[in-house]
């Protein structure tokens, strides 16, 4: 598949899963009008698009504080769509003490836009987000202490590239967080179901094994040290997010409209009949570059 194709197709995925988001005006006054706080209306991430939403981000931010092998000054996200997870990142490293700048990388340009354009309306426009090929990234060599994904890894469809760029990037001794949400298939698993697969398109969500994943790491030049299951935590969170859908249904439907709810609650529904059915093997990925 081309650059351009791949673009599409991601741009395509998140405008039929999030299009009211596209209208962001519209969006934020709707949420406002029905939560009636900024701040809380900020807490409930409707600006993140992973399947763990913010406590995703607060195990990735948790191991990136305990990773630390000096002060983290300069951490970069992979694949950061409209850049909820990297404000709420700097929320939850602000609250261990931690400052360091913050930049996303990602690669459709409208998301990119619309990333700075929520960042001016809830006045959180600190972390940059630029438009580049996370196997291109536009960073100067052993220039970052730490890389994370949190929900985007799946998306990408040449990892060996991505990690190679990693490994570019990352000062010695820094280190990679991944929130590996749906591409990891365990070796002799059955196959996803086809609810998964319709919410999932293999287009947009690359998959891959347990194993294969670790010889990628490791063929990048980066040692493993940590790669751990996340199925109970995970099956638990997801079926908790549903159920809340579920509750605040007509708030939901009035944010995101109806389709998007229904498309919304199969995705996570889907990913966590899978966790149990153990085709799918979400997981925290901590690895980091020795080498000079």
């Not at 409209?82 to 360091?100: D, I, K, N, T, Y």
């Not at 939901?252 to 990913?271: E, F």
Request: glycine share 8%; hydrophobic share 45%; proline share 5%.
């Amino acid at each position: 598949m081309t650059q351009a194709a791949e673009i599409q197709s991601q741009e395509a995925y998140h405008l039929q899963m999030f299009e009211s988001l596209y209208r962001w005006d519209t969006f934020w006054a709707a949420t406002l009008d029905l939560i009636g706080d900024e701040n809380a209306a900020i807490q409930l991430a409707i600006d993140q698009l992973g399947h763990f939403g913010p406590n995703g981000i607060a195990i990735v931010a948790e191991r990136l504080v305990s990773a630390s092998t000096v002060p983290l000054r300069r951490v970069v996200e992979l694949g950061s769509g409209f850049g909820g997870a990297l404000r709420h990142m700097g929320r939850e490293l602000r609250s261990r003490s931690v400052s360091p700048a913050l930049i996303g990388v990602e690669f459709v340009a409208g998301h990119c836009d619309l990333a700075a354009e929520i960042g001016r309306t809830i006045k959180d426009s600190n972390p940059l987000v630029v438009q580049a090929d996370v196997r291109c990234l536009p960073l100067a060599p052993a220039s970052v202490d730490a890389v994370f994904a949190a929900g985007s890894l799946s998306h990408f469809s040449d990892l060996d590239e991505v990690l190679l760029e990693c490994h570019r990037i990352l000062k010695p001794a820094g280190f990679l967080v991944f929130l590996d949400e749906v591409s990891l298939r365990p070796e002799g698993s059955p196959e996803p179901g086809e609810v998964f697969l319709q919410h999932h398109p293999p287009e947009v969500f690359h998959a891959t094994t347990p194993q294969q994943r670790k010889l990628q790491i490791e063929g990048a030049g980066l040692t493993i040290e940590a790669f751990e299951p996340l199925v109970q935590w995970a099956v638990s969170l997801l079926r908790q997010r549903v159920l809340v859908l579920r509750f605040l249904g007509h708030c939901a439907i009035r944010m995101y409209g109806a389709k998007a709810c229904n498309r919304i609650i199969g995705t996570l529904t889907s990913a966590a009949d899978e966790y149990q059915r153990g085709t799918i093997q979400p997981a925290l990925i901590v690895a980091r570059r020795l080498q000079p």
